[in-house]
């Protein structure tokens, strides 16, 4: 591995270059070939092959790499920008049956995020398309969109893993749309109607102003919930999700720490909460309030933090030889709060594994 390999990795993905890309520093091995198909195949890994390569294209030393990885950037770059309009197009056309029949919808994940609070959506990968709609609008929701021959191509495993999910598409080369009847599976139904009344309209300027929106302490719960149970913070994606959210002055103007803080702590994910903003404090140079920080630093116990600090440095946390079991298994037992419960439930079933995506470059 070339020198500085991995920090050149994470600098492309880092926010503070989304703004000020031609700052980006220039790698020692610009000028190999072979060393940009093993960064490609990296930044694949952790899920982050888009933000990186936009980053680079725009870098003030990008016409000294060779003429042929230049040529495959512009190419990804633009085959990206395509799929953003995809997803749009079935957005688009979701919203327009669902507001049609009057259910209300809220958006949700990188398609929200990426238009909301990055400073340019192509710096958001997108997979699916996600929708949070509550579980006594569902039957409705279902209705309205099969008369546009939306299906459901849910399968039995992950109904099982994701009972709260339903996946829709219309034909198999179209996005898939993901319908969430709550933000987890655990959710209740009462914390569900709460989540639903706290969501806020005419919060995304390119949508009709009737669509919804996780306030933002919402969305910062909602994603760190996501990171204790499910991704495990496998991406630099989800923590500059966090960071922009955090950064943006909607989210600053109405922050409750107190109620994030609580809320996070029924939810079993302090330590998940702690990890992230010791990380985006330390790597990322996000501003988190002192007094937030201290509210989770004290009820987080010292053996746990201790355990985290140890992987604190993106070098040692995101799993740039591929995501194995062992990665798996340590990073939940370090985020989730119930050590105990989360290692009997473990070796009581076994570890579900995403398999890495396929490198399209």
């Known amino acids: 591995m070339p020198q500085g390999f991995k920090s050149f990795i994470l600098d492309s993905v880092r926010p503070q270059f989304f703004t000020n890309s031609r700052t980006l520093p220039k790698p020692d091995f610009y000028d190999e070939s072979s060393s940009w198909e093993k960064a490609f195949e990296t930044l694949n890994r952790i ?35 395509i799929l953003l309009a995809i997803f ?12 049609g029949a009057r259910i209300p919808v809220c958006v949700l994940d990188g398609m929200e995020l990426g238009l909301r609070y990055y400073p340019e959506r ?29 299906r459901s191509i849910s399968t039995a495993n992950q109904t099982t893993a994701e009972p709260h999910v339903i996946l829709l598409n219309r034909r198999a080369n179209k996005p898939t749309i993901r319908i969430m009847s709550r933000l987890s599976k655990d959710e209740t139904e009462q914390q569900t109607e709460l989540t639903f009344q706290r969501a806020v309209s005419n919060s995304i300027s390119s949508l009709p102003a009737n669509v919804l929106a996780l306030a933002p302490e919402d969305n910062l ?16 994606v989800s923590l500059n999700d966090m960071h922009f959210l955090i950064q943006h002055a909607e989210f600053k103007s109405k922050a409750d720490w107190d109620r994030i803080i609580w809320s996070l702590a029924e939810h079993r994910a302090l330590a998940a909460a702690w990890f992230a903003f010791k990380f985006l404090k330390n790597e990322w140079g996000t501003q988190v309030p002192k007094e937030a920080f201290s509210g989770f630093h004290s009820r987080v116990g010292i053996f ?48 579900p594994m995403k398999t890495p995506p396929q490198l399209l470059l």
């Open 88 to 99: 749009d197009n079935e957005l688009d056309a979701v919203l327009y049956l669902l507001i």
């Open 122 to 150: 192509i710096f958001r990968p997108l997979r699916s398309v996600n929708l949070f709609i509550p579980a006594r609008y569902q039957e409705q929701a279902l209705r309205a969109l099969a008369q546009a021959e939306y």
């Open 304 to 351: 746990k933090r201790s355990l985290l600090a140890r992987f604190i440095k993106p070098s040692k946390w995101f799993p740039f030889e591929g995501k194995t079991g062992s990665w798996s298994f340590r990073s939940m037992l370090l985020l989730q709060d119930n050590f105990i419960k989360t290692l009997g439930r473990t070796f009581m079933r076994r570890l």
């Open 221 to 236: 719960i909602y994603l760190i919930r996501q990171a204790a149970v499910e991704n495990f913070f496998e991406s630099p």
């Open 47 to 81: 899920d982050a092959l888009l933000p990186g390569l936009v980053t680079i294209d725009r870098a003030e030393w990008r016409n000294e790499i060779p003429q042929a990885v230049a040529l495959r950037i512009e190419e990804r770059i633009r085959r990206e920008k």
